[in-house]
């Protein structure tokens, strides 16, 4: 967020009219700083801040526009200033950017662009959400065979003025077919008579268009990549995929999965600017189901009334409780080293021994306080108290159990583990745990 004084000096200037001044105030900020001052702008005073930056950044400033002030911004500006806007704009920013618009405002974009610019974007929509493809970008550093390493500098400084990253320079032969990678410091330390073949490393990583972009994410963190080449099918490079679009797709896998695992469909609005019905709509259907499925809990305490007496009665909110709390613990563990790489579904069973493991020492624990508390501070029967404890250490090893499994068999069957998280397992285990309490309470 901008910072306030910064703010209130900006739009004392806007008020006087004093754009000179403004704009060189608004030169003297980040990109990112403008966009989020123009952020907070009325429509009109918004496209005044806009057509007084230079042609330079107001591509980039366009760039961290919320997704309401960019489609407010679109309808204001004339055809020509909209194919500008998008030609300076990075073809993965532009992509994204359609992708959020009207179909009328995107009929109108295309519609000013030239051909080339228009058979990239369309080629760039035809790739399935959340691939590699909808994500990469063709402003590469690519070289071919042949050139030397002081060929090849000369060439970088003429045609790679546009690109969005030279950190990583691609090696393709006649066919676009990627022989290897080069850094570019590399290639700046190196004689500038050294062919580029001697230089490539040809150990390189790289990902298919359709792969999933939370594949390409785990390439980039595992192998601390700043980029990562982007083959088609029939292997030729089309693009890259960098770090700063890798950012924005772990902030959109985590936050979808957080959504998961707090029982509310994904949703890639901005919470402020979400009306109360959508809201609802994405809340509604998980608390519709485990509200259904806590009547089975309903009619287990209903049919066995007769064997719940006052006390084991009393217990059943701290048992199922903990329970819960239980099988959280598991499977939040089990979500985050599978998201991590650090266990795969076929380690099941060797998770499952260290949670048996763990569920015994915890259980353990959670027992004896238990047994004291009932004992002597609600004053139980030792019957009672031991029937309590004991149903209390077979729930935490249950739901222990249940929570590292069912995120790692979610996995198995190729869906999201984070469905598999407290909400669900919750429900699964207060059932489960009710079931316990009623066996040793009918044994007794």
């Known amino acids: 967020m901008i910072d306030p004084e910064i703010k209130a000096r900006l739009d004392k200037l806007l008020d006087s009219e004093r754009m000179s001044e403004m704009r060189g105030a608004l030169m003297m900020l980040n990109v990112v700083d403008i966009a989020d001052y123009m952020d907070e702008l009325d429509k009109g005073r918004m496209l005044k801040v806009y057509r007084i930056l230079p042609k330079d950044i107001s591509a980039d400033v366009f760039a961290y526009l919320s997704d309401e002030q960019k489609q407010k911004l679109m309808e204001s500006i004339g055809d020509s200033e909209t194919a500008r806007l998008i030609s300076d704009m990075f073809i993965d920013d532009a992509v994204d950017f359609l992708e959020e618009l009207p179909a009328n405002l995107v009929r109108r974009v295309l519609a000013n662009v030239n051909e080339e610019q228009r058979r990239n974007i369309n080629t760039f929509l035809q790739y399935p959400d959340n691939s590699a493809g909808s994500i990469m970008t063709m402003e590469f550093c690519d070289l071919h065979a042949g050139l030397t390493a002081g060929e090849a500098i000369k060439y970088i400084r003429t045609h790679s003025v546009d690109k969005e990253t030279i950190y990583t320079i691609y090696v393709l032969d006649s066919t676009r077919h990627l022989m290897g990678t080069l850094p570019l410091r590399?290639?700046?330390?190196?004689?500038?008579?050294?062919?580029?073949?001697?230089?490539?490393?040809?150990?390189?990583?790289?990902?298919?268009?359709?792969?999933?972009?939370?594949?390409?994410?785990?390439?980039?963190?595992?192998?601390?990549?700043?980029?990562?080449?982007?083959?088609?099918?029939?292997?030729?490079?089309?693009?890259?995929?960098?770090?700063?679009?890798?950012?924005?797709?772990?902030?959109?896998?985590?936050?979808?999965?957080?959504?998961?695992?707090?029982?509310?469909?994904?949703?890639?609005?901005?919470?402020?600017?979400?009306?109360?019905?959508?809201?609802?709509?994405?809340?509604?259907?998980?608390?519709?189901?485990?509200?259904?499925?806590?009547?089975?809990?309903?009619?287990?305490?209903?049919?066995?009334?007769?064997?719940?007496?006052?006390?084991?009665?009393?217990?059943?909110?701290?048992?199922?409780?903990?329970?819960?709390?239980?099988?959280?613990?598991?499977?939040?563990?089990?979500?985050?080293?599978?998201?991590?790489?650090?266990?795969?579904?076929?380690?099941?069973?060797?998770?499952?021994?260290?949670?048996?493991?763990?569920?015994?020492?915890?259980?353990?624990?959670?027992?004896?306080?238990?047994?004291?508390?009932?004992?002597?501070?609600?004053?139980?029967?030792?019957?009672?108290?031991?029937?309590?404890?004991?149903?209390?250490?077979?729930?935490?090893?249950?739901?222990?159990?249940?929570?590292?499994?069912?995120?790692?068999?979610?996995?198995?069957?190729?869906?999201?583990?984070?469905?598999?998280a407290a909400p669900l397992i919750t429900t699964i285990v207060d059932v489960c745990s009710l079931l316990i309490l009623v066996l040793f309470a009918s044994a007794i």
């Not at 009306?275 to 009547?295: C, E, G, Q, T, Y």
């Open 186 to 420: 590399k290639l700046l330390l190196s004689d500038e008579n050294t062919p580029i073949e001697s230089l490539i490393s040809t150990s390189f990583i790289y990902a298919h268009t359709l792969d999933d972009q939370e594949q390409v994410a785990e390439l980039v963190r595992k192998y601390d990549l700043m980029s990562v080449p982007i083959l088609d099918t029939e292997d030729r490079m089309v693009g890259i995929v960098t770090a700063d679009d890798i950012m924005d797709v772990i902030e959109q896998e985590a936050t979808e999965d957080i959504e998961k695992m707090n029982a509310l469909l994904p949703s890639e609005d901005d919470y402020i600017r979400t009306s109360p019905v959508k809201l609802a709509k994405n809340r509604l259907p998980w608390l519709l189901f485990m509200m259904v499925s806590s009547i089975l809990t309903e009619t287990i305490i209903d049919k066995f009334s007769g064997e719940l007496t006052i006390a084991f009665s009393a217990c059943i909110p701290m048992l199922m409780g903990t329970g819960g709390n239980c099988g959280s613990q598991s499977s939040t563990l089990a979500i985050r080293g599978l998201a991590l790489g650090e266990i795969k579904p076929s380690d099941a069973f060797q998770v499952l021994w260290k949670e048996f493991r763990v569920s015994l020492i915890v259980s353990a624990a959670l027992a004896i306080l238990s047994f004291f508390i009932q004992r002597f501070v609600f004053a139980r029967t030792v019957m009672e108290a031991g029937t309590i404890s004991c149903a209390m250490i077979c729930t935490v090893i249950l739901a222990k159990s249940i929570g590292c499994t069912l995120p790692l068999l979610a996995k198995k069957l190729k869906l999201d583990p984070a469905l598999m």
